[in-house]
């Protein structure tokens, strides 16, 4: 079970952090990653772990911008989103396991597979 935290309203070149706690699994063996998504749009990855020991990977959206940090021993992942824009408005789920980083290297994404397990996401609105 993933349970996220932290999302709100900021006025653009804000702040907010998101907090998403595991429960119920051996958190440090699996992939874990930030994904949002808004009405009409496909959900985008924003940044993962792709396992245990990996440095985090980000979508060039937020890359500069945003930071994550995984923490084995509390069974936690954190999302620090700093100047934040009215683009990264968004419900944004945390989620764990079958999380990879596909493409090239001129175009990569971060994608989630079949046995992908889903927080329950939290709202993030940036205002202009």
């Known amino acids: 079970q993933l349970q996220a935290s932290g999302g709100g309203l900021v006025q653009a070149g804000g702040s907010l952090r998101l907090s998403c706690a595991a429960s119920?699994?051996?958190?440090?063996?699996?992939?874990i990653g930030w994904f949002r998504q808004t009405p009409g749009k496909e959900r985008e990855g924003v940044s993962c772990?792709?396992?245990?020991?990996?440095?985090?990977y980000y979508a060039d959206s937020v890359k500069g911008r945003f930071t994550s940090t995984r923490d084995n021993a509390k069974n936690t992942v954190t999302l620090q989103m700093n100047y934040l824009e009215p683009v990264d408005t968004a419900i944004y789920y945390c989620?764990?396991?079958?999380?990879?980083?596909?493409?090239?290297?001129?175009?990569?994404?971060?994608?989630?597979?079949?046995?992908?397990?889903w927080g329950q996401g939290t709202q993030v609105t940036v205002s202009s």
């Open positions: 989620a764990l396991d079958e999380i990879t980083i596909r493409g090239n290297r001129a175009s990569r994404r971060i994608e989630s597979g079949p046995g992908t397990v």
């Open positions: 119920g699994l051996n958190f440090e063996d699996y992939a």
């Open positions: 772990f792709s396992d245990r020991d990996a440095w985090p």
